[in-house]
């Protein structure tokens, strides 16, 4: 059986410093690095506390750092995003403030990107098989119902006019 140095509060604290600073983290992130590092339950609420107070930990910037980061690289629609911040327990005020960050017209312009890029991936399908792959795939990225169907029926009436 092997034992694991518990640490002191002040090692717990640096250790969770170095785990903020490398990138942005929510709360429930460093709940579970508490319990990873053997921290006693009573010292959890007192490390968190300082760590806010110090600005290592802000919940509204890692939610607008989180929801930025998957729109811009994992091309995540808005719906997707929140729910995969729920998932992270962050609170819906932050929720909100992250997805306000997100610009109307260049998330339109994504969609309209995307809806393209899939469709045009799909030209060994026949035209209705391809509109519902379309239509599939940006549902499954967490993009709006209202606004895929739009950008997708946008998209066939300037396609299929030529």
Do not use: P
């Not at 921290?39 to 750092?65: C, G, M, P, S, W």
């Not at 609170?91 to 998330?107: M, T």
């Not at 209705?128 to 599939?136: A, C, F, P, S």
């Amino acid at each position: 059986m092997m034992y694991r140095k518990i640490l002191s509060k002040e090692e717990a604290l640096q250790k969770l410093k170095h785990f903020c600073g490398y990138q942005e983290r929510c709360h429930s992130e460093v709940k579970e690095k508490l319990y990873s590092l053997g921290i006693r339950k009573t010292d959890h609420d007192d490390l968190v506390a300082t760590l806010i107070e110090e600005n290592y930990l802000n919940e509204e910037r890692f939610a607008i750092q989180f929801a930025g980061g998957r729109y811009r690289v994992k091309n995540w629609g808005r719906k997707k995003i929140m729910f995969a911040l729920r998932e992270k327990q962050v609170n819906d005020y932050s929720i909100k403030k992250a997805l306000q960050q997100i610009d109307e017209a260049d998330y339109k312009m994504k969609l309209n990107d995307l809806v393209k890029k899939r469709y045009d991936s799909l030209k060994q399908e026949q035209y209705l098989v391809r509109k519902k792959k379309t239509i599939d795939y940006l549902l499954l990225k967490g993009y709006e119902f209202s606004l895929v169907t739009q950008a997708v029926n946008k998209y066939f009436e300037n396609n299929n006019s030529k």
